[in-house]
């Protein structure tokens, strides 16, 4: 059975930083694309970075990060732990929402970092920047 958490959320001031932290179960997630997505009240949910496979899950392909926080976020993983984090820094009030963690499991003959493309989900965690 998967399960995946997250946590790490919280109030930040804007500017500040805040380590996210996703922990999977169920399955080794050394072969399996993973993502941060997140949403803010009232929009779509949106990819903020993803670690992408190739089409049947032999290979690390690409890291994609949203443009929104290229240079601010960084995705890491611990293979280990089966755990994935995301450090986000110098962050604004645009960043808050809820973050979710996503696990892409299937085969595929593309690969992108949008929701509809990843198969499990944690519930989220808050994240609110105030200005």
């Known amino acids: 059975q998967v399960h995946i958490v997250e946590s790490g959320g919280g109030l930040v001031q804007s500017g500040g930083s805040l380590t996210l932290s996703c922990t999977v179960s169920g399955f080794i997630l050394d072969y399996y694309g993973i993502g941060w997505f997140r949403q803010a009240p009232g929009k779509e949910r949106e990819g903020v970075v993803c670690i992408l496979f190739n089409e049947d899950n032999t290979d690390y392909a690409d890291t994609v990060y949203a443009d929104s926080v290229k240079g601010r976020f960084t995705i890491s993983r611990d293979n280990d732990k089966n755990t994935v984090y995301l450090q986000m820094n110098f962050l604004n009030a645009d960043d808050t929402g809820v973050y979710y963690c996503?696990?892409?499991?299937?085969?595929?003959?593309?690969?992108?970092?949008?929701?509809?493309?990843?198969?499990?989900w944690g519930q989220g965690t808050q994240v609110t920047v105030s200005s």
């Open positions: 996503a696990v892409d499991y299937r085969t595929r003959p593309r690969r992108l970092c949008r929701p509809e493309m990843f198969d499990y």
